[in-house]
């Protein structure tokens, strides 16, 4: 089994900061692709940041150079700081994983149960 627990939303005037972790537990043999997604209300779950496991990351543009993706090999975390938020950031913020419990397993898409950030005045 596989968990994963992300902290780290909240309420947050325009302008300021928030920093988004996730953590993986269980049965873990490597972790892939370790990406953060978001999804507002009425609309579709996107993809905001994902980064490889040699240290690449993408953005979706509308984030390019507020957030920085970032992960922890050794700790199995990943986390997103999100700087200069807006009120369009305003989402629930779910990580994803892809990862192989064990060497002989092609590798799962896992995710976290969501945490809410509002940017609001």
């Known amino acids: 089994q596989v968990q994963l627990v992300e902290s780290g939303g909240d309420l947050v005037q325009p302008g300021g900061s928030l920093r988004l972790s996730c953590a993986a537990s269980g049965s873990i043999f490597s972790i892939l692709a370790m990406n953060w997604y978001r999804q507002a209300p009425g609309k579709e779950r996107e993809m905001v940041a994902t980064?490889?496991?040699?240290?690449?990351?993408n953005y979706v543009d509308s984030v390019k150079g507020r957030f920085t993706i970032s992960r922890d090999t050794a700790k199995n975390t990943v986390s997103l700081q999100m700087n200069s938020l807006k009120p369009e950031d305003t989402a629930v913020y779910y990580c994803n994983l892809m990862i192989k419990p064990t060497r002989w397993d092609y590798p799962y898409a896992y995710w976290g149960q969501g945490t809410q950030v509002t940017v609001s005045s």
């Open positions: 980064i490889a496991p040699d240290g690449t990351t």
